[in-house]
C-alpha cells in the first residue's frame, strides 16, 4: 500500500569524504610495474536512528535542481544540492550536479514538487539505500556500553559516488531528504536537510616500476599551478625497524632518498604526469622496504607555523618492495639510519575505517578513518 504522508526529514549528523583503493599488476606496461589507483570523488552521509519512517523502501534522497545553477539569489539554490571549485587552485570547471553523476544511486524520481517558504520547486531525487552502522554498536560494546546506551546509539549510513570528472577538490553541498518511491502523489519526499561543505578528494594513479633506482610516476585531476602553489609531490624510501613491533609504527624514513617528483605538463594538462626516480640505498640482505607517496597542496598555513611542515595532505600511498631486490650494491652491515629517522604522520598505516593505504585488492567500506592518510578520507566501495 503506497505511502499517504510524506516522511520525517533525516536526522543528518555529518558528511565525510571517502575513497577506494585497487592494488593491482599492470599487465601493458614494464615487467613488474606496480599499479595502485584511488577513486576520490565519494562522500559518506551519516544519520542517526531511526530509519523507514514512511515504511520499507524508504530511501536517502539527494534534491537536484535544473542545469546551469550557481546562482546566489536564485532561491530554487537554497534547497538543492550544490558544487564549487576550490577558489585556491585553477582546476577543471564544474557544472552543476546531475543524476548522471551520482553513479551509484538506486533510483531517481521524476519531476517533484519540493514545498518551500517562497513557493513550491521542481527538482529531481536520486536515492540511496541507507545501511545501519554495525561498526559502530561493536564499538560501543567493547568499551563497556550497557543495554540502555546501545538502544540509544546507532547510527545509519550511505555512500555516495560522485563523477566529479576532471575537477580537483571542488566543494559539494548536500540538499538532503527523505524518499518514499512507493507514495501517492506529493508525499514522496520530506523537508530538505541542509548538509556542511564536503570538499571530495581527486583520483589518484601510482605507477612504480622496480630497477636499479625506483621510476615513480602519479597522475590524476590536480590545478594549474600559474598563479597558485602548486602540488608537492614526494616520493621517500623507508625500512622496517624490526626492533618496533607495530605494523605502522615500525619504519623508518630514509631521509636521503627523498625524491620531489616533477611534471612538464602541470600547465596545460587537466591530469598532470608527476615522474621521478628514488634512488635504492645499499641495506641489508632481505630487509624490507617501502615506498612512501605523499602528496600536499603546498599551502601554507596562517600564523607561527613552521615553514618546514606540509600543506593539507592530498594523497598518501605506500608500495611494498620485495626483500629480495636485484640491488647489486646491498650488503649485510648497517645502513646507518637508526631508529631517530622514524617518520611520524603519514605511515601508510590507513583507515581501516574507509580510508587509508594499505595493501592488497580493493578494500572497500572498511572504515575506521585516520586523518591525514590519502587525503583525510574514509575507504568506501
Known sequence: MPSSAPPTAPRLLYCVPTLALEHLKQADGPPGAIVHRRRGGGVRVFLDRPWFSSGDGELLGVVLGESPGGDPASVRDAWVTLMGRDPIHRSAPVVAPTADMF??????SGKLSLHTPSGSLDVTVVGFAPQFDTEEMEERREMGGTDETEKRGGRWFCDLD???GD?????????????????IPGAEISQVVLADLVRTLPDRELIVTPGESLSVSVTGPSWDPTGSPAPQITATLQRRNSVVADEDLGWVTLEDTATVLTSIDAESSRTPFYTGQVPIPPVRHGEPLRLMVIETEGVRANGLTSPTIPGPVVYCDTVNLSPERDNPDRHDGDDGHGGDDRHDGHDGGGHDRHGGHDGG?????????RTGDHGSGFRRG
Open 103 to 108: 553513479t551509484n544511486a538506486v533510483r531517481q
Open 361 to 369: 585488492g580493493q578494500d572497500r567500506h572498511d572504515r575506521h578513518g
Open 162 to 164: 560522485i563523477d566529479t
Open 167 to 183: 575537477a580537483c577538490l571542488p566543494f559539494v553541498r548536500l540538499a538532503l531528504v527523505r524518499y518514499q518511491p512507493d507514495s
